[in-house]
């Protein structure tokens, strides 16, 4: 929600205003979203949000079932094909939800009982990644790291009780390399923040 | 000003919302902020905030004059012991301000007559550095690109005027190397934004 501050014609500038939760537009979830005593925003460190990115795509899969989600199976696939994720990596999704954004109904997916539609990363594929590779980071195209259809948000969880982040509604992830880029996680260090927009750039 | 918008108690997941100004905090200054028909914060490109960044230092004199400015002859001192600005750079001006920022009387150093007074870009210095070198924008680790004591805004006219952009209350400037670094701007691309907040990450 946003109101005009400031015009040009009646104070020399033009500004606005926002009313914005942290969870809003691209954002990152810290620590502290689901985890009591978790790091909260200012607490994660620069080199923390300078990372080497892989895109694991699953958009296929997900134009037939909005339930999909990554598996342990898709990152063996995604390693045969791309390479090894690297170490302090940021693993993100492709599932092509970006394409919906403009449509919110379309992308919440909520179904006439409420629940909501949209893919995410499976509790074991988020098991495996911090015990067999070092991550930083989960990223999605989606609302949530967790599938929409998820009640107990257990890849928040798993997540961020390691101490690790998450990144939510990113865009273009079809745009850059499977497999080495770098991306920079610009996250607004919002006091006592849970998290917060973050305009994330790629470069490769 | 913020408020708690969910509690992991209470809701399963901790979150803030904000009531922020676009130009609060370390943040961006779009060409529309002074400029009527200038671009927007989502009209800037991703290609113009990854770019070199040089540090011109003024603290001596700002601490000894709180009106001081970045003058040509900075630059030209600047240029003889660092070598040439490059092109598409981020000239950013070190005044030691930031050590002032938990102070705000001192940050803003208001006068009894209510004028403000702290370090910024002289017209001339704007002026020449858009001429004579191709930068992509002026940055300070004080509260405006114009010195605190300017009521009239030339060096924001003129910079916004020429389609560049501006960055207001950078930290840390002192440890970044004075040319050589690549910074990331990473703008929240608020819908009309006149600007916005932007967390800037340098490497080098």
Redesign the interface.
């Known amino acids: 929600m946003?109101r005009t501050?400031?015009t040009?014609e009646n104070d020399?500038?033009?500004?606005?205003?926002?009313?914005?939760?942290?969870?809003a537009?691209t954002h990152v979830d810290a620590p502290?979203?689901?985890?009591?005593g978790g790091r909260t925003a200012p607490e994660l460190q620069?080199s923390e949000?300078?990372t080497p990115a892989v895109v694991i795509g699953i958009a296929v899969r997900a134009a037939r079932n909005s339930d999909a989600v990554v598996t342990v199976d898709d990152i063996r696939a995604f390693e045969r094909q791309y390479g090894r994720i690297p170490d302090d990596a940021a693993v993100l999704m492709y599932s092509g939800w970006g394409a919906k954004v403009s449509d919110p109904d379309a992308y919440r997916g909520t179904d006439a009982a409420g629940t909501l539609h949209f893919p995410g990363f499976g509790q074991d594929a988020c098991e495996w990644l911090l015990r067999h590779r070092r991550i930083r980071s989960l990223g999605v195209d989606t609302l949530s790291i967790d599938p929409g259809n998820s009640a107990t948000?257990d890849t928040?969880l798993i997540l961020t009780g390691a101490d690790r982040y998450g990144l939510e509604n990113l865009a273009n992830l079809d745009r850059i390399p499977r497999n080495g880029a770098t991306i920079?996680?610009?996250?607004?260090?919002?006091?006592?923040?849970?998290?917060g927009?973050?305009?994330?750039?790629a470069?490769w």
Chains 1, 2 share one sequence.
Do not use: C, D, K, M
């Open positions: 946003r501050a400031g040009i020399g500038y033009y500004e606005q205003e926002w009313r914005i939760n942290e969870h537009g502290a979203h689901f985890t009591a620069p949000l300078v948000f928040h920079f996680v610009g996250l607004i260090p919002y006091e006592r923040g849970s998290g927009q973050a305009r994330v750039l470069t």
